[in-house]
């Protein structure tokens, strides 16, 4: 507690590294909670006020059904929006990859399954992402949520493909 301020001098990145170690270890939620209890949330990038609850939540939950999260999607139950999001990356300087998932979990964490599939859901978002990462952050949408059976099947979905390409474009005269 009385060093705390101390951290203020330590690189982000350096902070990162470390906080990715216990996020990835068997005492992850412990140890974040006690870094939280003894007033290190300020120093280390994360809002005020972080969802502790939510943090909570989704660690028992990949426990009790052995799921191994990601650093950043077990992170993003702390946060509650893109600006926080931003603030955290802005202190701890994670990879563009990292920040995008952290994102686009809070966006999609609380999305409504689809009332005939609650695959299609997860379809849409895939046919309509706009990066190439946007399969691994689907299945990280789906470890958080502790939707083992949807994740299952997602991996085994073969997205359509567009049967016109630019080369047919090209071709035709377009």
Known sequence: RNNVEGLKVI?????????KKILVGNY???????????????YIGLPA??????????????QAKNIKLNPTTLLAGLLANEEEVLDLH????????????????IEHRQDQPHPDDPLRTYQY????????DTSTFIQEVL???????????FKKWDPPRFPVTGHHLTEAGV
């Open 11 to 19: 690189s982000g990145e350096r902070i990162w590294m470390e906080w």
């Open 28 to 42: 992850a939620a412990e140890l974040t909670l006690k870094m939280l209890e003894l007033g290190l949330g300020p």
């Open 49 to 62: 006020n972080p969802n502790l609850q939510e943090f909570e939540r989704v660690w028992k939950a990949s």
């Open 90 to 105: 802005g202190r701890l300087k994670m990879s563009g990859a990292e920040r995008d998932n952290a994102i686009f979990i």
């Open 125 to 132: 978002l895939q046919v309509d992402g706009r990066t190439k």
């Open 143 to 153: 470890a958080y949520k502790g939707e083992l059976d949807l994740l299952e099947r």
